[in-house]
Each structure stands twice: as C-alpha cells, then as structure tokens.
C-alpha cells in the first residue's frame, strides 16, 4: 500500500456576504440570538449565476496551482456535494471538462453531506494507495443556499455557500495515517429534504409546502454530533497508533461552535488545537471542513510533520474522521 498524502489545496467563497444584521430584516432573530447558539456572524452566499460547478471549479484550480499539478495529470475527481447543478451529470464530470482534464479521468460524486469531504479524501486515498490512479482531485462544494427556507428563522440563520479543493497523489513521508467512516440511517429523518427526489417527485404541492428546503430537528442532534464527533476522532487516531495529545490542530465541521467545543473538551484538546471559521461562513456542508483544511495551510496554522485531524458529522446520519501527518 503506497502512503498517500494531499499536495495542494484551494477555496473559493462567493462574494456575496449576509451578516447576522441582514438576516435581522428578513426573519424574527437578533445577532445575539445566532451568535450564542451557533458562533456564526456572517455567511456567503452564491451569485444567482454560480453553481456549484463553477465555484468548485475555482477551488480545484487553485489546488491543482498549489501542487504544481497540471488537469491533465488527473486520473480521478470526486466531488463531495449535496447541492449538485443538476441530478445528474456528476459536478465531477463537469470539472473535468472545465479544467479540460483527460477523457479517461475517472470522475464522480459523493453524497455524505457535511462529511462528504473526509468521506471523498477517504475514497481517493484507497484509488491511490492501491496503484490505480496516480493523482486525484477532491472537491467539497455546497451551494446551500438554495435549499434553504429563508423563512425558517430556526435553518436559514445556519448555512453558507463555498467550495474547498485537495490535490492528493503517492508521498514519500506521513500522509494520511487513518480513517474511520460510519452511519446510522435510522435517524435520516433528523435532517434530511423531502421532496425533489424519487420519493417525492417536484409538484407545484410540494413547491408551495417548501418540502424543496432543509428540514432539521437541532437539538436531536445537538447530542448526537457531539458524540459521534467525539467517537470518530477517538477511533482515527487508535488506528493512526496516535493519542488526543499527539494532534497539533483539529479541523472540525463548522456546524455550531458549541458542538466543536463539546467535542474539543471531551477529546481534552485546548482551543489552541482546534480550527475555527465559522463565524465568517457558517455552516457549508461539505465545504465547510475542505475549506477550513485550506485556510488553515494558508495561515500557518499547519507545518511540515504536523497531525491533523479531519472531523466531521451530517445528514445520513454519516460522520467520519481523517489523521493526516502533513
């Protein structure tokens, strides 16, 4: 098995910014009400003509920059998103003809909500690991706000839009050390959209039930996050051989800061170890943690021979965890 490493990463976040303030003049809430339940101040939002194609595509150019590899090196895309253009094609086919990657570049989605991204950079290190691709691009894009009910003051204060990028190919040294994936579909119903799929195909009913919008049952899973966050960690590392004391910085799931200090505490990690940009995007899904992985390489905040760990939680229920020696 070849150890498998990320070379590059990239974001793109939309211009548009919708503070706490602006929300204020839309439904019944205050900045103080979203502050201290969720941390979060302000979120982007996409332009009416960006989809998530197109704001994946600006991310996986920049981490494809970053490592110096060219579209053409690819061999696999895989694009973790819930908020795809279209239900099919694929956002991965659509990036490789943006990027105007090879014909046989093998190319797909993922759909594991927020933990899409560990849920993709866990597939793609398989790819590689066993010799079948040489370089792989791993995309988290989410364009939230078009599933969201701006008239659900209790949803619509919570999600963001943007897109994270990972270059990941062969390293010599560290790389990811483990992974851990799991689900419990028996709680899918805690946050889930209802219509739009074959179960409920789109009708002028379901249009005007807004039955198209995020449906979420938060303080269910409240618990649940935090335990599962917590569960997730503990077992990446046991597989790593690592300790909680070992991590140099966590790149939790933006959801809510009061999970992420939840988890942080039961892990017995100080804030100094745990890597927070909620308040500035909320919550992005998918894009939320590949986003964060990218700012946080930008800043400093992770050096050569560091642990991270990759730690998220979403609709499926499906949570998963990622240790990475960078």
């Not at 995309?139 to 009910?149: H, M």
């Not at 998918?286 to 400093?300: H, P």
Request: charged share 20%; with cysteine; glycine share 8%.
């Amino acid at each position: 098995m070849k150890k498998v490493g990320i070379i590059g990463v990239g974001e793109y976040l939309p211009k548009k910014v919708l503070t706490n303030a602006d929300l204020e003049r839309m439904v019944d809430t205050s900045d103080e009400w979203i502050t201290s339940r969720t941390g979060i101040k302000e979120r982007r939002i996409a332009a009416k003509n960006e989809a998530a194609s197109d704001l994946g595509l600006k991310a996986a150019r920049q981490a494809l920059h970053e490592s110096g590899i060219k579209p053409h090196d690819l061999d696999l895309i895989i694009v973790a998103t819930i908020t795809p253009d279209m239900q099919f094609p694929s956002v991965a086919s659509m990036l490789q003809q943006g990027l105007s990657a090879k014909k046989d570049t093998i190319c797909f989605d993922i759909s594991a909500a927020c933990a899409g991204f560990v849920y993709a950079i866990a597939t793609a290190q398989q790819f590689i690991a066993r010799g079948n691709v040489k370089y792989a691009l791993v995309v988290g894009v989410e364009i939230l706000s078009s599933l969201t009910d701006w008239k659900d003051r209790n949803t619509c204060v919570l999600f963001g839009d943007g897109a994270g990028a990972a270059v990941l190919a062969e390293v010599n040294s560290g790389g990811i050390l483990s992974t851990y994936l799991g689900c419990d579909g028996a709680k899918s119903d805690l946050l889930y959209v209802p219509a739009g799929g074959s179960r409920m195909p789109a009708t002028k009913e379901t249009v005007n039930k807004h039955l198209h919008y995020i449906k979420m049952q938060g303080n269910e899973l409240f618990k649940i996050a935090i335990l599962s966050m917590t569960e997730a960690a503990q077992v990446a590392l046991k597989r790593a051989g690592l300790e909680c004391a070992d991590v140099d910085l966590v790149i939790p799931h933006q959801a809510n800061v009061r999970i992420i200090n939840a988890v942080a505490k039961k892990l017995g990690l100080g804030e100094d170890k745990i890597y927070l940009n909620i308040e500035k995007y909320g919550n992005m899904s998918s894009a939320s943690t590949a986003t964060a992985l990218c700012q946080a390489v930008k800043e400093g905040r992770i050096k050569k021979g560091d642990i991270v760990l990759l730690d998220a939680f979403g609709a499926g229920l499906v949570w998963g965890a990622c240790v990475i020696k960078w």
